[in-house]
């Protein structure tokens, strides 16, 4: 990975491992950057990043095509409650 982090929401979909949002420090203070592992080529890239920071979201995928992000913690006193959604 790129950046270190922890509370990340992660998912596998069309061959890769998606490594999205978290926190940078105990702290609990959210990121928005969002990494692909892709598994042909055995590397991470940075993809792009939420439109809003979170941590301990929720991850699903829809046909293959989609990563939807539900929810997370913004920081210690503020909860998410956006959805965002990827397109592969």
């Not at 990975?1 to 940078?24: E, K, P, T």
């Not at 439109?51 to 991850?59: A, F, I, P, T």
Request: proline share 0%; hydrophobic share 40%.
């Amino acid at each position: 990975m790129h950046f270190a982090r922890a509370h990340l929401g992660v998912i596998f979909c069309a061959n890769a491992i998606y490594a999205v949002g978290g926190s940078s420090d105990n702290e609990i203070s959210a990121l928005d950057t969002c990494e692909k592992y892709d598994l042909d080529k055995e590397k991470w890239e940075v993809i792009a990043s939420l439109k809003s920071k979170s941590s301990g979201c929720c991850l699903s995928t829809f046909s293959d095509s989609f990563i939807f992000k539900f929810g997370g913690i913004i920081d210690k006193k503020t909860l998410s409650n956006t959805i965002e959604r990827y397109d592969i």
